[in-house]
């Protein structure tokens, strides 16, 4: 079970160290001169796309001999195959954890295995975030750089516009149900939504089955087994029909996917809605969410139930030169890992993010192990500046909540699977939920067979 960690802004803003002269000389990026090509988040404002462009401009002032481009890329499940298949990813990008193993059994990504051993934080990882990277012997192919557990996000004056005390948010899916109701009667936006498209409507059915509960996979070994057909998952669906059909409490939005979904919450349109706890630099920074709005909540579990856990990955290209890969190596240790690890590097981040008014403190779990967190939470202390107590119900309840990974084997295929069930339910008020739920097994299974050969 992974601990929580407070870090600081948003991975655009980082200001950091270079790896050493040790590591900088004996890079292959070191031996002359390379270009890369890095992916930066779509969607930025002029001031963000400016700080970007400052720590290019310091990356390239200490790594002289690599030239930095950047490219605007958000990772979607329906399109990232087709760019990887094309050869048109940038050098340097981002996968979500459930990706990891499967490019690395399938060699889609680079093995820089040897050059991210030699960074002097290799042995600290996080173990349960590391493993996402790492390929069936322990090397790290894919360099985790965010990790989070699922949260229930809230809207503070919605709560207060329809009676509720936003101090004091639900702690069980019943509570949500009737909150959820009282904010669509009291103010006509939609008191609970969900994501259904894009692959997310499967990675949040997942997560709610979670919570029940149950499961969407099981491993015997190294086989896994398709557990959809359960009643937990069946439980789930029935539960947003009641609140679609029966108290008409979800809006009129059922094809959201992570960037939609982020809009309109950010707008003041949904109440609440399930995602993962470190999404406060996305609501703020690229959605201009008003930050006395926001709440945020661990979600309900029901019995044996745990908080379903994932993460981010920074990954380099298979088609990149060994001296890009060196290069692509030096620019995520400095980009996206340096204010992690290095108390100078991660003091400045947080000086500059706050300087600049991005957010510094908000919640995720850590990339590194214990001991670095507990000793990176002091480091960043007289920073933070966001509203930590209106995250006070997540922050001082998570620990308490076992974190449940994503199913490890054709996770995206399998999400992709489940997104047209959850929205058949929304849709559809006559919608046979057991006949969905058998026919999305057995097509989960058939592929799993096919997987595993």
Known sequence: MGAFALTGALVLTLTACSTGDDAEGDGAASSGAVEIEVSIDAGLDDDARAKFDERVAQFEEEHPDITVTAREYTWEGTTFATELAGGTLPDVFTIPFT?????????????????????????????NVAQAGQAADGSMWAVPIAAYSQGLHYNRTLFEQAGLDPDDPPTTWEEVREDAKTIADATGVAGYATMTSGNTGGWILTT???????????????????????????????????????????????????????????????????????NYGNLFTQNAMNPDDYGLTVIPLVGDGGVLGGGTLAAVSAKASPEEQAAGVEWIDFYYMQKLADEDAAKLDAETAAANDQPVGAPELPVFDEQTYLESRTWIADYVNVPVDQMSSYTENIFDQPVVPEPARSTQEIYALLDPVVQAVLTDEDADIDALVAQVQKEAQALLDAAQG
């Open 208 to 278: 709610l089955t979670n919570a029940f509960g149950g499961s969407v996979q099981e491993f015997d070994g190294e086989t896994a087994t398709s557990t959809i057909d359960t009643p937990e998952l069946t439980e789930v669906l029935e539960y947003l029909h009641a609140l679609r059909w029966e108290d008409d409490s979800m809006g009129a939005n059922f094809l959201y996917d992570w960037g939609s979904i982020n809009q309109d919450f950010a707008a003041g349109q949904i109440g609440m809605y399930v995602s993962g706890g470190g």
């Open 99 to 127: 990706d990891g193993r499967g490019l690395i059994e399938r060699e889609q990504i680079a093995d820089i295995s040897d050059l991210v051993a030699e960074l002097p934080y290799a042995e600290d990882f996080n173990p």
